[in-house]
């Protein structure tokens, strides 16, 4: 997570696993998968994060 980055000022530490991504079950996703996901997904992403 960059610091500076808009993960960041959402709340995203580095640690976090993302379990969920837009109610889809990411926890076996490649990052490029997770990554497609949130480009389709646009402005409004929702995540389920494991702290």
């Known amino acids: 997570v960059n610091p500076k980055g808009l993960s960041a000022k959402c709340g995203l ?3 976090d696993g993302i379990l969920e991504i ?3 079950n ?3 996703w490649s ?3 997770a990554k497609a996901a949130m480009v389709r997904a646009g402005n409004e992403i929702d ?3 494991q702290r």
Do not use: K, L, S
């Open 47 to 49: 995540f389920v994060v």
């Open 13 to 15: 530490r580095p640690g």
């Open 26 to 28: 990411a926890t076996q």
């Open 31 to 33: 990052h490029d998968t």
């Open 22 to 24: 837009c109610n889809e």
